[in-house]
């Protein structure tokens, strides 16, 4: 599997790499007239897949992942692959 970037990081308190699929970035437009807070303040997607640290998918440890966790790779995505 073709990763844009690795992270390594912890799930459930074990060590493991997100492989990241795709990353958006919308920019905000800070206009009064934005459609939308989104729009306003701008806004990251990502997708990507949680593996063991050789980098291979592990689905048993993707099912462990809380919001938390989810929050938090999502956060450190969006910082490592910030422009």
Known sequence: MN????IETRVAGIPCV??????TRVRGSFSRNAASDLDYHGYSESEWVVCDRRGRPAPWLERKLTEAD?????????????D
């Open 70 to 82: 989810t929050n938090r790779i999502e956060s450190e995505i969006a910082e490592q692959l910030n």
């Open 3 to 6: 990763f844009i970037e690795e």
């Open 18 to 23: 997100v492989g990241v699929t795709s990353f």
